[in-house]
């Protein structure tokens, strides 16, 4: 049975605990899942990229 979707794990290191708690509170704040957060900033760079290139 193949998968359906792709699992990627994040981590933060020790000296980016703040880094970690700004973007949990982010989430909470925009009422977004992290992996939400992390594609629509994906997308968005991905398109600037896409601007630059042409």
Known sequence: MS????????????????????FVGYCKEQNISHSSYLKNK???????SKLVSV
Not at 42 to 48: L, M, T, Y
């Open 3 to 22: 998968r359906t979707n792709i699992q990627k794990c994040m981590s933060f290191g020790m000296n980016e605990e703040e880094l970690y708690e700004w």
């Open 42 to 48: 994906i997308r968005e760079d991905r398109n600037k």
